[in-house]
């Protein structure tokens, strides 16, 4: 972890050498769910993997957090490790919904970009109101209570049941636990909050990657097609045998996608 200092700006694992690769992890994780892709990418390029505000080791800011404001200190650290030049973006669930706001507030620094398991839609009144629930448990009851939400719906049937799988689910269900209650309860409202992106899809005009699992239940392949669909020339791989979480289910053939997509960009 000797690269993955917190300075003034977000905790960022910073690795490789070449055109950059901004990874933005989901709730309630850090950088560690993109393991499998930070050494598959750094063999060409600069690989950069940040924990959002108040998650892993970065700091929670004052005051309530919003898409907006993930997207903002992504652009300080993209500045602090002196980026000048349009990067490869990638978003995984709630880092695509920061993704999609960074790209509408800093659309020159993005060359192309990778939405993963993710969607541009914001919530219904029903879902945000389940998060505010949640935070409020949170806050009572620790970030466990966030890991008991959220484990059952990250994988597919097949690798909950799985044996074999156990490890990786409970080292899931651990970093999940790990995050700050805190900072688990202000992404849950910046969540419920965020504006629907929908209307943004159709001015993306750079080459655009989506990523979904095949049984998918938070983000299912429908909506991503349908995200795809309103994004000119982008093209959709969908992971066999993965649930939402193909990053760490399936690393293979996600590695395969974003590898084949970054090509030589
Ligand atoms: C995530 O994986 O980041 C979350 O499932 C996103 C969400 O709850 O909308």
Redesign the pocket.
């Given at each position: 972890m000797s690269q993955h200092t917190a300075a003034n700006t977000l905790a960022c694992l910073d690795r490789g050498h070449g055109p950059v690769v901004l990874l933005v992890?989901?709730?309630?994780?850090d950088h560690r769910m993109w393991e499998h892709q930070i050494d598959a990418l750094a063999a060409n390029h600069r690989v950069l993997a940040p924990d959002l505000c108040g998650f892993g080791d970065s700091n929670l800011p004052d005051g309530k957090v919003s898409m907006d404001c993930y997207a903002k200190a992504l652009d300080a650290l993209l500045t602090a490790k002196g980026v000048k030049e349009p990067v490869h973006l990638a978003g995984?669930?709630?880092?695509?919904?920061v993704a999609l706001a960074f790209l509408r507030l800093f659309a020159s620094r993005v060359g192309s970009l990778m939405l993963i398991?993710?969607?541009a839609a914001g919530?219904s009144e029903e879902?945000a109101q389940g998060?505010a629930k949640l935070a409020q448990k949170v806050l009572a009851e620790g970030s466990s209570v966030a890991a008991e939400a959220?484990v059952p719906?990250?994988f597919s049937d097949a690798t909950l049941k799985d044996h074999d799988q156990a490890t990786l689910v409970s080292q899931v269900r651990q970093m999940m636990e790990e995050q700050d209650p805190a900072a688990v309860a202000a992404?849950?409202d910046a969540?419920a909050h965020r504006p629907d992106s929908t209307p943004c899809l159709a001015k993306i005009r750079i080459p655009t990657l989506v990523i979904v699992g095949e049984h998918d239940v938070?983000?299912p392949p429908a909506e991503m097609k349908k995200v795809a669909g309103e994004i000119a020339g982008s093209k959709v791989v969908t992971i066999k045998g993965a649930g939402?979480?193909t990053t760490m289910e399936q690393p293979v053939a996600v590695n395969k996608a974003m590898k084949d997509f970054l090509g030589g960009k």
């Open positions: 992890h989901g709730f309630p994780l995984f669930s709630m880092g695509g919904y398991d993710t969607k919530d879902a998060r959220m719906k990250m992404a849950l969540m938070i983000t939402h979480l």
